[in-house]
């Protein structure tokens, strides 16, 4: 459970209903449990950041998107996105960023299911 999301799968499927140049879409948790979607577009284009806010107005909660290849996710055998993986890949990844920033602003760190088309 993601907290500040009561299902993941119903923001996934409204939002993949809204922008139809997503082909996938995953809400996993963030380093602090911060629901964070991951998403990939038909032929990896870039998104629209503008579609993407207009289309996720009631859920103030989500992250700042994160876009992937769709070659970048990790499935199982039967092609389901292995949503632990990526959360655990998320992890890592936002990590480098934030300490990054840190290192940059003399601050320290802090610490604290798929559907596709």
Same mark, same amino acid.
């Not at 809204?18 to 979607?37: D, I, K, Q, T």
């Given at each position: 459970?993601?907290? %500040?999301? #009561?299902?993941? +799968? =119903?923001?996934?499927? +409204?939002? +993949?209903?809204?922008?139809?140049?997503?082909? =996938? +879409?995953?809400?996993?948790? %963030?380093? =602090? #449990?911060?629901?964070?979607?991951?998403?990939?577009?038909?032929?990896?284009?870039?998104?629209d950041r503008n579609r993407w806010r207009a289309a996720v107005t009631e859920f103030p909660q989500l992250a700042d998107p994160i876009q992937l290849p769709r070659a970048e996710l990790p499935r199982t055998a039967t092609l389901k996105v292995q949503w632990i993986e990526l959360s655990r890949r998320l992890h890592g990844r936002l990590g480098e960023r934030r300490d990054s920033r840190s290192l940059i602003s003399g601050g320290s760190r802090q610490t604290a299911g798929p559907r596709h088309r």
């Open positions: 459970m993601i907290s %500040g999301v #009561s299902s993941s +799968l =119903e923001i996934e499927d +409204l939002v +993949l209903s809204r922008l139809v140049e997503l082909s =996938e +879409l995953v809400v996993v948790p %963030g380093p =602090e #449990s911060e629901p964070v979607p991951v998403l990939c577009t038909n032929d990896d284009q870039p998104l």
